[in-house]
């Protein structure tokens, strides 16, 4: 087992961990670390798989790409808890409503 296949496959788990977590929970601070999950996962992907031949140096424009999505995704996490904040204090709640209660 190459160590490209374990990131590969490491990254592919953390996905779909995130994916499952993102549509299950009803908390939104869940689903905010459910995202940050897949997106680690998407990063640990592109960073295994950046080397071109078992050889080879690896290519450093996904290296640069996980770079600029780790800055993305600390300004994206920032906004999604401020925006939960604000909701909880707007509503007193920081959960999804469930479609059947009124």
Do not use: C, W
């Amino acid at each position: 087992m190459t160590s490209v296949l374990v990131f590969a496959l490491t990254g592919v788990g953390l996905i779909v961990l995130g994916l499952y977590a993102l549509l299950v929970q009803r908390h939104l601070l869940r689903k905010v670390l459910a995202f940050n999950v897949i997106g680690s996962g998407v990063f640990l992907l592109l960073a295994g798989l950046a080397r071109r031949a078992p050889g080879a140096e690896p290519d450093p424009v996904p290296q640069a790409m996980v770079l600029t999505g780790i800055v993305v995704a600390v300004a994206a996490t920032a906004l999604a808890l401020a925006m939960i904040q604000a909701l909880r204090s707007a509503t007193g709640r920081a959960r999804l409503d469930d479609p059947g209660e009124d």
